[in-house]
């Protein structure tokens, strides 16, 4: 084997060198050099351009309940965010054991409990907080036009005469599953009535209070614990959210199983400015006119947009918010930027991580999306990127920039650099 291995190593070796020496040598028909040879390199040419055409905020309208978390915040004067969650079918009937043919009708319950997860990475808790549930059934019926969603009503119902539980922890005692005990009265009501058994969490603190829990939508969902017997042979209930409404539309109603309110945003943003994350939450939309020689006729060695961010210091200023671009695939038939950057597609594009008090130039790898541009047609799809918070619609944070309506100094900026490309082809 190992003379078999030298002739080998030889056998690549001339022809290596027979290779090189066809590149090197002066032929009559020199169109054939460049294919043998491929291009080893050329000269990087670096520019900076305005090349934004339009940049603007847009809403988030993924949708209510599509977050990964639900936020449960008192944060003073600047945010106040509610969750809700639905459990619209409460079992009236239990058979004792699984093999009865026959069941019995709910007249008992004990040991009723929220059991929730979680993200003790986002707690922020000054003191202790009180965590107080309620009773927020807004309708009888299953019509989901009767003030399903709709904030107003719902906060009306967090009244005294609707309690079904409170509790007050400490930072420690909060845990990543907690175990928070309802009223066992309010569940056997409702799995008397078969009426709905809808949840609002809100937090009580004379300081500062952000409770994190996570959803459905990141499967982990709250469920409802409770014992319909004191035989403890039988099994308790474990309940999963879900919802109802609204009828006839499962997809929308399986977001609604749970779902963040807001009853206190921040300040708003000063105008002209682009904003990113926040609650409500906000994406930023931005277009590009970008020369078609460097797109389709040069290798893109780098590309970056530079933006200036302008400090942000309502709410946690020195915490970090993490930036996701994605591409826009909306064709220029779509004309609100708010539909178009909803129509994603995701490509291998880092996030920035920046405090959202910081200020200065912040810079955004973009190489990845040139070859993506390079295969479609830039007049019938549009070149665009959308810029949106990793945790948006759970967390407050909100970074902001300025537009391309600022000063020049301070406008957005894209930093290329590229090599053009030498066509290949015989003559």
């Not at 079992?91 to 319950?109: E, H, I, K, L, Y």
């Not at 609707?162 to 922890?169: A, D, N, Q």
């Not at 597609?345 to 993506?372: C, N, Q, R, W, Y």
Request: aromatic residues 6%; glycine residues 6%.
């Amino acid at each position: 084997m190992k003379v078999y291995s030298r002739y080998i190593v030889a056998a690549f070796a001339v022809a290596s060198a027979a290779l090189l020496a066809s590149c090197s040598e002066k032929l009559e028909n020199e169109a054939g050099c460049p294919i043998l040879c491929p291009d080893t390199g050329g000269t990087v040419q670096n520019v900076s351009l305005d090349a934004t055409t339009i940049d603007t905020t847009v809403a988030s309208i993924s949708g209510v309940g599509t977050e990964l978390g639900l936020l449960i915040a008192n944060r003073g004067d600047s945010l106040d965010t509610r969750a809700i969650i639905r459990f619209d079918t409460v079992p009236g009937r239990f058979a004792p054991r699984a093999s009865d043919t026959t069941t019995q009708a709910v007249t008992f319950v004990d040991s009723a409990y929220l059991a929730m997860r979680v993200d003790t990475s986002q707690l922020k808790i000054t003191g202790a907080v009180t965590i107080e549930a309620y009773d927020v059934d807004t309708t009888l019926t299953n019509d989901s036009t009767v003030a399903d969603t709709l904030t107003a009503p719902l906060l009306k119902l967090f009244r005294p005469d609707r309690l079904i539980g409170s509790h007050t922890y400490t930072r420690a005692q909060i845990l990543d599953t907690l175990k928070y005990s309802i009223s066992n009265a309010a569940v056997l009501a409702k799995a008397k009535t078969g009426k709905r058994l809808r949840i609002g969490l809100r937090a009580v603190s004379s300081s500062s209070a952000q409770i994190r829990i996570r959803s459905a939508e990141a499967g982990a969902a709250t469920q409802l614990f409770y014992r319909v017997s004191a035989d403890t042979a039988i099994h308790p209930f474990l309940i999963a959210p879900f919802s109802k409404t609204p009828v006839g539309q499962s997809i929308i109603a399986a977001h609604l199983s749970d779902y963040t309110i807001i009853a206190k945003s921040p300040a708003p943003a000063p105008p002209q400015s682009l904003n990113i994350g926040g609650l409500p939450p906000t994406r930023v939309y931005m277009r590009f006119d970008i020369p078609s020689f460097i797109v389709d006729s040069s290798t893109v060695v780098r590309a970056a947009l530079v933006l200036t961010q302008i400090p942000n210091r309502t709410i946690d200023p020195a915490d970090s918010i993490a930036i996701s671009p994605a591409l826009v695939l909306a064709a220029k038939a779509v004309t609100d930027p708010t539909k178009a950057s909803q129509i994603l597609g995701e490509i291998a594009l880092s996030p920035l991580s920046l405090a959202v008090g910081d200020s200065g130039k912040k810079t955004i790898e973009l190489a990845p999306a040139f070859g993506f541009w390079r295969g479609i047609d830039g007049v019938s799809t549009p070149r665009a990127i959308v810029l949106r918070s990793v945790s948006e619609g759970i967390s407050p944070l909100q970074a902001r920039f300025f537009s391309l309506e600022a000063t020049a100094a301070v406008r957005p900026k894209l930093l290329i650099s590229y090599i053009r490309r030498t066509p290949l082809g015989l003559p």
